[in-house]
């Protein structure tokens, strides 16, 4: 993630007050798509008996939102409850104690097994919550008990004391939420696509839903009066579906919403269409900072994506825009110059530097940072591409992406499904690899069509049947991608005839 972009004008809500993080999110109702202000949000949901919290837990400005949601909701004078993802069922007896000031922060932290973002991420939430004298429910399966069941055995390998910690009664979550399940976690070994909700009562993430849910619920009965407010990762309530369909499964007509968090790279620019069915408020945040991730934690900061251009004359009339992604080892100099001579006058040519430079290592993605290099990439190639078509006298349908080895894996991540890359081509040597692992997106509304053609990419022989079990998987979200296999001596040929022919040249 990169924070890029000046700083929109705050929305004032209805009362006329500017709330201090209006600076950095953008709220929306998704009943009406309309722009809402924080402190109007908070009158909204305090008449609520549960406010569902989806958050992507690593984001700083996320975790700012959440506490200040806590407090706003505690300040119009509610009583709040909080319950925690977290938090395993175990250790509610500690985190009773350290709230209750009997025990000390490390004597807490050594008992509570805290996940390893707790100082940056959830630390300000307790720490509130102590002071203010707010409860605290753990809400979730304890972390040995779930790995015990996916790892030993089933619900039948646990003892009474475990099975206790995991909530009593099962309930199907539906079937949109396992469809869109296992397009997530696709490639990483989880549950086979097809079970019935039924079937998958006791797979692990049925048990950390069900769990929450009845946490929940037991919350609700022990605070009749009081506002609780469930945070969990966005998956388990994205939709309403997940932890708050297990609540209503066993609370009807419980009075709800969810808040959606989401951070986004183009915060000015973010919108949401009336009936979104994220969450009942979608909050996009202004990423600044993120917690421990693959061993360091990180802040943001405005970064160049460097290019070389070659333009025809605009007396030469508009002109297809070729965007390639130079390798590490290249002068994009020499290659801009190569490629002139490989096209001929006609034209626009664009060579992008690697985000990344040496002789060695990766050019554009850092296989420990991979889902941060290619939102990045792919938000400044966006901005280029927009920057392009405004100064510049370009074909805007005629707008190529293409690329070879990493920069070729990078660009089908960033292109797939696109709409603003209708035309890409990637010769990319290895099998799908994390691409074939990237969770997919919904499938398509009625009438939505890829303006297509898509994604192109060249492969050997040996990794074609694997390009082509992801070409179908793409397929079925409306995300073409062509397969098509080369020999390593014909593949520098065949890159440039597919270039031209998507160039119309």
Request: hydrophobic letters at 40%; aromatic letters at 6%.
């Amino acid at each position: 993630m990169l924070a890029i972009g000046c700083h929109g004008i705050p929305v004032t809500s209805s009362s006329g007050s500017v709330h201090p993080l209006d600076q950095l999110v953008r709220i929306h109702r998704s009943s009406d798509g309309l722009e809402s202000g924080f402190d109007e949000m908070i009158a909204r949901l305090r008449d609520n008996q549960v406010v569902f919290v989806g958050e992507t837990h690593i984001d700083e400005v996320t975790h700012r939102v959440e506490l200040a949601l806590l407090k706003g909701l505690h300040q119009s004078g509610r009583s709040v409850v909080v319950s925690l993802e977290m938090f395993g069922r175990d250790r509610q007896g500690i985190l009773d104690d350290y709230l209750a000031g009997s025990i000390s922060e490390d004597e807490f932290l050594a008992g509570s097994d805290p996940w390893n973002n707790y100082e940056t991420g959830y630390r300000p939430i307790i720490e509130w919550a102590r002071i203010a004298g707010v409860p605290v429910i753990a809400a979730n399966v304890p972390r040995p008990v779930w790995r015990k069941v996916a790892f030993g055995g089933g619900l039948e390998a646990l003892d009474e004391e475990s099975r206790a910690t995991i909530a009593e009664q099962l309930l199907p979550n539906s079937d949109r939420y396992w469809q869109r399940y296992d397009r997530t976690v696709r490639g990483h070994g989880h549950a086979p696509a097809g079970q019935s909700p039924e079937d998958r009562l006791e797979k692990v993430q049925s048990l950390w839903d069900n769990t929450m849910a009845e946490s929940v619920v037991r919350a609700l009965d022990e605070y009749p009066e009081a506002l609780v407010v469930h945070i969990n990762g966005g998956f388990h309530t994205l939709e309403g579906d997940g932890v708050a369909h297990q609540v209503r499964l066993r609370r009807s007509g419980v009075e709800a919403e969810t808040v959606h968090i989401i951070p986004s790279l183009d915060l000015d620019r973010f919108d949401v269409e009336k009936g979104d069915r994220r969450g009942d408020w979608i909050v996009a945040t202004r990423p600044l900072a993120r917690g421990l991730h693959a061993g360091g934690l990180a802040v943001f900061m405005p970064r160049p994506l460097r290019y070389r251009i070659d333009a025809p004359a605009r007396s030469s009339g508009s002109a297809p825009l070729l965007i390639w992604l130079a390798a590490v080892e290249k002068d994009a100099g020499e290659v801009l110059t190569a490629w002139r001579e490989e096209l001929g006058p006609e034209p626009c040519i664009v060579v992008v530097e690697p985000i990344y430079s040496g002789s060695s290592g990766p050019g554009w993605i850092d296989e420990d940072h991979r889902d941060e290099d290619v939102a990045t990439v792919g938000f400044g190639l966006q901005r280029l591409r927009e920057q392009l078509l405004e100064q510049r006298h370009l074909q805007a349908d005629r707008v190529v992406l293409a690329g070879r080895g990493e920069a070729a894996d990078l660009i089908a991540s960033v292109a797939i499904g696109d709409p603003d890359w209708p035309r890409t081509v990637a010769h990319i040597s290895e099998a799908p690899g994390w691409f074939g692992m990237e969770g997919l997106p919904d499938p398509p509304q009625p009438g939505q069509k890829h303006p297509g053609p898509g994604v192109r990419v060249l492969v050997a022989a040996q990794h074609e049947d694997a390009w082509q079990r992801e070409s179908v998987a793409r397929a079925s979200v409306g995300a073409p991608l062509i397969v098509e296999v080369v020999t390593d001596e014909a593949a520098d040929t065949t890159l440039n005839q597919r270039i031209r022919g998507a160039l119309g040249l």
